[in-house]
């Protein structure tokens, strides 16, 4: 799988490039799923018409409405209930997997009711491109600054851990005092790992294990 780990959506020239290295050939000729399941769990995202922006491509933030050749939508809350003959092979024929912002762990724990965590490692030639949450949740861990919905039966801050650093989205954006490079700099502390913070002009590539930062911003990588 190659991943497009995105705080904003496709947002620039420079982020629908690395898309399209990633792609290979044009988004015209690339078949979609949009998943907005983590929208449901934050509460100001969804349910309601932020979600149907996000799945009728109305939003701020680009990603269903690039040209794709077709555009499916995919919600992991209602597999449980239903054969999993009807969307695995819907999975698996996807080019690229559009995974909206919302709650990171909220997403984590459909991903994991749902048995799609099963199949992202024989996914191989899909790119995921994740928006927000939809891209913390291939982190090790989120931090405990964005711990918003818990599960059930508990849990921590884990996630995925599809990539081996953390993300803090949304550095320095006008309508969230709480995400200065200050506030960033103390959540990574608390991370103990790798980690990056992002702008919204600010996107990840991870290709076999290489990271690339593709930015019109700014952004931060922190060691740990």
Not at 95 to 118: I, K, N, P, Q, T
């Amino acid at each position: 799988m190659r991943l497009l780990l995105t705080s904003a959506g496709v947002r620039n020239a420079r982020i629908h490039d690395a898309l399209l290295a990633l792609l290979g050939r044009p988004v015209a000729d690339c078949t979609a799923l949009c998943i907005p399941t983590a929208m449901y769990g934050h509460p100001y995202a969804g349910p309601g018409e932020n979600a149907w922006r996000f799945v009728s491509g109305r939003s701020e933030q680009p990603m269903t409405e690039l040209g794709w050749k077709s555009v499916g939508l995919l919600e992991l809350t209602a597999l449980p209930s239903i054969d999993a003959d009807r969307w695995i092979p819907l999975v698996r024929e996807a080019d690229v997997l559009l995974v909206s912002g919302g709650d990171a762990l909220y997403l984590y724990h459909w991903m994991r009711e749902s048995g799609f965590v099963d199949l992202l490692p024989s996914l191989t030639d899909t790119v995921y491109v994740g928006m927000s949450a939809g891209s913390m949740v291939t982190t090790p861990r989120i931090g405990a600054d964005f711990v918003g919905w818990r599960p059930p039966a508990g849990g921590d801050d884990s996630t995925l851990g599809l990539v081996d650093f953390s993300i803090f989205p949304h550095l320095d954006h006008e309508m969230l005092p709480e995400n200065t490079m200050a506030d960033a700099e103390r959540w990574a502390a608390g991370i103990k790992g790798p980690s990056y913070a992002i702008d919204d002009e600010t996107a990840i590539t991870v290709v076999d294990g290489t990271v690339e930062v593709v930015s019109d911003g700014h952004w931060r990588h922190f060691p740990g």
